[in-house]
């Protein structure tokens, strides 16, 4: 399989794409201003208790309350609790990791009554970003992600990941952690780090246990809300969780990134770091490589498959629902159940692409065509779950129903990625009226005489819709010509593809725009 990645560093914000064998399945928009990523870590205060709810309100400094359940609490809140005083009072001795004394862990079916209080100060990791009208969710089990290893504090458990299946595998990766690990750590060993070395282990584990230990510097006098951890902005995070041997092709266009990209393939593939590509054309990175196009056409409500299947995505407050649509794809040699099974498998590939890519979460519905025969719905439902299998996030299927309905849940981390994809008319702005087109061309000759002639412009560049264009250049004696003549200077007319009927720009002999 062909991976590319393509990076697009701005000012405001920074997206990255993954296109696989050429077609786009993950697009992520990272805002420079996030300040509640998921994995920061704040100081926060308890504001209110809801026994009812067995869940409190933390203050992290967002417009609304955090909201922290008993259940991520974490068993060794009360170790957290004691570290975090000990911390603020400035006292390094007592919280290294080797004479810490650990505090009993709570029991699961306890109260946060017994816990917590109104008014305490309490380490948390944001674990959802805000969404929608909800304040950002919280977990007080606090846990640092690397590249190989995800470091616990206050715990003693060494776990692996399921997808490592090698018994031999899995026994040597904990016998290697145990040997390394200081003690109050525990260690989740991620997927990545199957078949690594110890140094390499060791050299992340050493990174991990050095970020939590600035906790305590962080800690001191501080008081809350603040933000004491930051998570690697999103643009690192992705590319350590994505970016693997496996990739062709990684297209970046800002000269900085582009370096620690290559230190960071470096790293893991020493062999492939050519395969990091900084882009230097004029044309935008996306539009160039034609992302711009796939991004137009795979959001909004209507989404058309190559064969003529197309799907109508929903949204509401509690669930999304998809809708399969066979369009004008239906074979007569074959009966309605071989054309309903036909369709609703390729349906279901473009429906895990469309999970990935919106990065839709919570329940979602989709009405397949329905099937009659239940060896066809058992097909479909192991097609949707092997398409869904490359998906990172946590998900659940459950199999078609009689009525053809599959019921799928996807964990919701980040607000789901929404793609404004209809566009203001530009000629209009909207009111549904434009300039007479008579005039159209005497408004452009009056804008060329004030920058010619009040303005002393040396020469110029018309930049036109090519409809324009061609009515302007045109004939024996064009209007460019005539213009020439008459105000004794250079004048160049552009087509441009991308600009509207009635769209025009002006631009000086050192190419830059001139605003009028």
Not at 111 to 120: P, R, S
Not at 162 to 181: A, C, M, T
Not at 339 to 361: H, K, P, S, T
């Amino acid at each position: 399989m062909n991976r590319e990645l393509f990076i697009d560093s701005r000012a405001s914000e920074v997206d990255i794409v993954l296109l696989e064998d050429k077609t786009l399945v993950e697009l992520h928009q990272e805002k420079t201003n996030n300040n509640y990523a998921v994995g920061d870590v704040y100081l926060g205060r308890v504001r209110k208790i809801m026994p009812g709810l067995n869940a409190a309100f933390v203050e992290v400094g967002y417009e609304k309350d955090a909201f922290l359940h008993y259940l991520d609490l974490g068993p060794q809140i009360r170790s957290l609790i004691k570290y975090t005083k000990l911390a603020i009072n400035a006292n390094p001795v007592q919280i290294s990791s080797d004479s810490f004394k650990m505090e009993p862990d709570i029991e699961k079916s306890g109260k946060i009554t017994q816990v917590l209080t109104t008014g305490m100060q309490i380490m948390v990791q944001i674990a959802k970003e805000p969404i929608s009208t909800k304040g950002p969710r919280i977990s007080s089990e606090i846990s640092f992600a690397g590249r190989y290893l995800v470091l616990v504090p206050f715990s003693s458990r060494i776990s692996v990941s399921q997808k490592i299946r090698s018994s031999e595998e899995r026994n040597r990766l904990k016998r290697l952690i145990l040997s390394i690990k200081p003690n109050n750590f525990g260690v989740i060993i991620r997927t990545v780090a199957e078949n690594k070395k110890v140094a390499e282990l060791d050299a992340d584990l050493r990174n991990l246990v050095e970020k939590w230990e600035k906790t305590a510097i962080k800690l001191q006098n501080a008081k809350a809300p603040l933000k004491i951890v930051s998570e690697l902005d999103r643009t690192s995070a992705i590319l350590r969780d994505l970016l693997n041997e496996s990739f062709n092709n990684v297209h970046v266009n800002d000269p900085v990134l582009a370096d620690e990209i290559k230190h960071y393939v470096g790293t893991i593939a020493p062999q492939k770091v050519d395969i990091v590509k900084l882009y230097k054309g004029k044309q935008p990175i996306f539009e160039n490589f034609g992302i711009d196009k796939q991004i137009k056409s795979l959001f909004g409500k209507t989404i058309t498959v190559k064969s003529g299947v197309y799907l109508i995505i929903e949204h509401t407050e509690a669930m999304h629902v998809i809708d399969v649509n066979s369009g004008h794809r239906v074979n007569k040699e074959n009966s309605q159940e071989e054309n309903a099974l036909a369709v609703n498998l390729e349906a279901a590939g473009e429906i895990a692409r469309q999970l990935r890519l919106r990065d839709m979460g919570g329940i979602i519905v989709v009405d397949f065509i329905d099937m009659h025969d239940s060896k066809n719905r058992r097909e479909l439902y192991q097609k949707l779950k092997d398409e869904m299998s490359r998906d990172h996030a946590k998900h659940t299927i459950l199999p078609p129903s009689k009525f053809g309905l599959v019921q799928i849940t996807r964990q919701r981390v980040r607000p789901e990625m929404a793609v404004e994809i209809l566009e203001r008319c530009p000629v209009c702005d909207g009111t549904g009226k434009i300039r007479p087109s008579i005039i159209f061309v005497d408004e452009i000759e009056n804008n060329l005489k004030y920058l010619l002639q009040d303005q002393n412009e040396k020469s110029l560049t018309v930049a036109v819709h090519p409809y324009v264009h061609a009515y302007l250049t045109k004939g024996l004696i064009s209007r460019n010509i005539k213009w020439m003549w008459k105000y004794k200077k250079r004048i160049r007319i552009n087509p441009m593809t991308n600009y509207h009927q009635l769209e025009y720009r002006f631009f000086n002999d050192k190419n830059d725009e001139i605003k009028i």
